[in-house]
């Protein structure tokens, strides 16, 4: 949340998201070290499966490295030689995120993504099974594969967050020196047609533009975002919100800002997009204007297209301790309820599945004060489908999070009350 914050700059961002990239890769390791003692499967007892001898073969050519000092297990012990491969893929990553930039080394072939992790693992679980292992292959590899599609290479999903004032600043600067057209006709039809050129993104030509420090910086985010999603997937910090959202304008700022970065292209076919832009409604206004400023948005072709390019699903963010100081308790919370039944009512007659994402505070103070059990319960009716999300202020999380027992209890009363609201018919 970089808004009012000097400090959360895009350089942060990187940072702390790299950070927490290497210290997943590096439980990976240890996992695969693990699994190096486990599985000593001999090829002179089962026969090697062919898949596992394709996939040796590919890493022969990649991981030369690997085949001089461990080259001799292809014909005994084909899965710990796939084990090795494995490990030193990762190692080879976690290289790479810590020295973000460094060139790679002849001897590493760094994982693309997680995904290709998780197929190596199938893999190797796949040739445990054939071996007659199917416990083992259940009870070793499975939780590590269930970890790797919970987490992949991100750990946590990041989200982004500035001001709805910065953006409109930005795209005025950006206007004024021809990057971009202003106005919402003008800006729906540019975000609808075709770049010249295949170069998506325009870094050089924003530096080479004269641009304020501002603009500069708000364009930066983004581009720290596609940075982000190229070297550890998209997850890692895919969804976008504005905060002081009043108009559509403003999420039609934030997709060209993505546009300009390489994050969007509505001009595909199929439109292309890697992120969810999430409107913030805090104050009361704010929050009785927000249905039509959505029903507004999903009639506006450009934004059809974000929603196509995002499998029709919209984020909205609600304030709580913004709108209760800004009205009171008793009308904000009104207007929050009332807020959230037109939501629903327009997401579901233009198609588009609606998560509601709750900003509420962690004390009386902030907004909060209702145990979270009673507050999802209490939310209308069709408002939770099959998905929440809450904030958790960082004054509370020791509170909540501190001691596994206590954590335990958060969790079940936050999933209970998740199941509890989804409920229409109480028989």
Request: proline residues 5%; glycine residues 8%; charged residues 20%.
């Amino acid at each position: 949340d970089r808004d009012g914050n000097p400090f959360v700059t895009p350089e942060i961002t990187l940072r702390v998201a790299r950070r927490t990239a290497h210290a997943v890769i590096r439980h990976y390791l240890k996992v695969i070290d693990g699994l190096f003692v486990r599985l000593s499967l001999s090829a002179r007892i089962k026969p090697v499966p062919d898949a596992l001898l394709r996939s040796l073969a590919r890493d022969r050519r990649d991981l030369a490295h690997v085949w001089q000092v461990n080259g001799h297990l292809e014909g005994e012990e084909p899965v710990r030689l796939k084990l090795f491969c494995i490990h030193a893929r990762l190692a080879a990553l976690s290289g790479r995120l810590a020295e973000p930039g460094a060139a790679r080394s002849p001897s590493g072939a760094p994982y693309g993504g997680p995904q290709e992790f998780l197929d190596d693992l199938q893999l190797v679980a796949r040739s445990v099974v054939e071996a007659g292992a199917a416990r083992t292959a259940e009870q070793v590899i499975a939780p590590v594969m269930a970890q790797v599609r919970t987490f992949g290479f991100h750990g946590y999903r990041l989200d982004l967050r500035e001001d709805s004032a910065v953006h409109g600043a930005a795209l005025a600067d950006l206007a004024e020196r021809g990057l971009v057209p202003s106005g919402q006709d003008g800006l729906s039809a540019w975000l609808l047609r075709a770049q010249a050129g295949d170069r998506a993104p325009l870094d050089a030509d924003l530096h080479a533009a004269d641009l304020d420090a501002a603009t500069l910086s708000a364009c930066a985010v983004f581009a720290a975002a596609r940075t982000l999603q190229d070297e550890v997937g998209q997850p890692v910090a895919n969804t976008y919100i504005i905060s002081m959202t009043r108009t559509a304008d403003d999420l039609l700022n934030v997709l060209a800002l993505a546009r300009l970065s390489g994050l969007v292209d509505l001009s595909a076919s199929p439109p292309t997009s890697r992120l969810d832009v999430v409107p913030l409604f805090e104050t009361l206004d704010d929050l009785v204007a927000a249905p039509q400023i959505m029903a507004s948005l999903f009639a506006n072709p450009a934004y059809r297209a974000q929603l196509q390019a995002r499998d029709m699903r919209q984020e909205v963010m609600i304030g709580y301790s913004d709108s209760a100081k800004d009205a009171g308790v008793l009308p904000a919370a009104w207007a929050l309820y009332r807020a959230q039944e037109l939501l629903v009512a327009v997401c579901r007659s233009h198609g588009v599945a609606l998560t509601l994402f709750h900003g509420r505070g962690g004390t009386v103070g902030r907004g909060g004060g209702s145990p979270v059990f009673r507050a999802l319960t209490a939310l209308p009716p069709g408002s939770l489908d099959g998905a929440v999300k809450i904030t958790e202020q960082g004054e509370v999380i020791s509170q909540k999070f501190g001691l596994l027992a206590i954590a335990d209890r958060s969790l079940e009363v936050m999933i209970s009350g998740s199941l509890v609201a989804g409920f229409s018919d109480w028989r």
